[in-house]
């Protein structure tokens, strides 16, 4: 395992400092490749990650490929029904299985036709003679949960289940019945810029002043939003009322769940360390983030609606349309996520303090500290 961050007793004491005092993580915890390599280990390498949608796994064979950071994962339907994370790496040369979603019988590798059943245990190795024990062979497998529709995997030996501390979320987003959407349509931007940059960004509502004054602020100010109280549980909730009772702009209808007083809302929550989710009256994002290294990550931006709206042929005419709102959005934060990769580099960069509607990144950090914590701990019972 790598050591954990560095961090001076004037950086950890305005790292949990109360809110109204806080500050934010140090410079070296975005721009330092060793912090990222200790990440990798200790946050992705323990907590849970969103990998998919169950309504991707559908069917008995169904599967899907996503990287936790060099971890290639494969998440299938087995004939059993039962879900299975597995790793996507052939065990004869470490060829990668499967790329994107599918539906098969047998996982087969594409270099030398060795082939897997659906949870992992070894089905055949061609030319491989009698000496080849295959009861042994089995690729690793992972733990997966199902959470309100989106499926997370954790590669920790032994996780703690993760619905039951989102129990205070799943309370507050119960009316949007996240686990009955649909990805409708997805667009992908390279990101080449810290993780964290963008989990921050997408968790406050105070730079609505700034880049999405034209956008956001008209609707949603940011004076008005809030963020709840999590108990130290691993999720972030923040909460943007809207400044008007029924009307929005997308044409879409209201998603049937929800109050006439929720329609014009606007939530946005982690579940941490790096699953997104945005959703309003009508619709919800999710923005699967992949990151590969301290100064790179693959976003994907998934819209999903109810099915029937999805299949509605209006709709599915009107969806470059909607997919275009999502590119404008976001076009508005990457400029707020590479100033401040370029400024944390910057020798007289360092901390700063957190303002009163960044409650959620107090939130975000009181986690990242407490990883850090374990480790030290770890590191001094050993």
């Not at 501390?165 to 409708?184: P, Q």
Request: with cysteine; glycine share 6%; aromatic share 8%.
């Amino acid at each position: 395992m790598h050591p954990p961050p560095f961090l001076s007793d004037v950086e950890r004491a305005r790292l949990s400092a109360p809110p109204a005092e806080a500050w934010t993580l140090p410079p070296s915890a975005y721009t330092d490749p060793a912090v990222f390599a200790w990440e990798r280990d200790v946050i992705f390498g323990t907590e849970w990650v969103c990998v998919g949608r169950v309504e991707q796994l559908a069917n008995p064979g169904d599967h899907l490929a996503a990287d936790v950071i060099d971890q290639p994962i494969l998440v299938t339907r087995a004939t059993d029904g039962r879900l299975h994370a597995i790793s996507n790496v052939c065990l004869h040369r470490s060829m990668p299985l499967v790329d994107g979603p599918g539906s098969s019988r047998w996982i087969v590798c594409p270099y030398h036709r060795w082939s897997y059943d659906l949870d992992g245990s070894l089905h055949s190795a061609p030319m491989m003679g009698d000496d080849l024990d295959s009861s042994g062979c089995r690729l690793p497998e992972f733990a997966v949960e199902v959470w309100e529709g989106f499926v997370l995997v954790s590669m920790g030996p032994t996780p703690v289940p993760l619905a039951p501390r989102l129990a205070r979320l799943s309370e507050r987003i119960a009316n949007y019945h996240l686990s009955d959407l649909v990805v409708a349509d997805t667009i992908e931007f390279d990101s080449p810029w810290n993780w964290k940059l963008l989990v921050e960004n997408f968790m406050e509502a105070y730079h609505h002043i700034g880049p999405h004054r034209d956008t956001f602020q008209q609707n949603h100010p940011a004076a008005s939003a809030s963020v709840i109280d999590n108990r130290g549980e691993p999720f972030a909730l923040l909460e943007m009322p809207g400044t008007d009772s029924v009307d929005v702009s997308d044409g879409l209808p209201f998603l049937s769940g929800l109050l006439r007083e929720q329609r014009s809302d606007m939530l946005a929550f982690c579940v941490f360390p790096s699953t997104l989710v945005a959703t309003t009256g009508t619709l919800a994002v999710w923005y699967q983030i992949e990151p590969s290294a301290h100064d790179r990550m693959r976003l994907r931006i998934h819209l999903l609606l109810e099915p029937d709206v999805a299949s509605n042929p209006d709709v599915v005419d009107a969806l470059p349309q909607l997919v275009d709102g999502l590119r404008w959005i976001h076009n508005e934060d990457i400029a707020v996520n590479a100033g401040p990769w370029k400024g944390l580099h910057a020798p007289t960069a360092g901390q700063g303090r957190l303002a009163p509607g960044e409650r959620a990144l107090w939130q975000f950090n009181q986690f990242w500290l407490a990883h850090v914590d374990a480790c030290e701990h770890m590191i001094d019972d050993r």
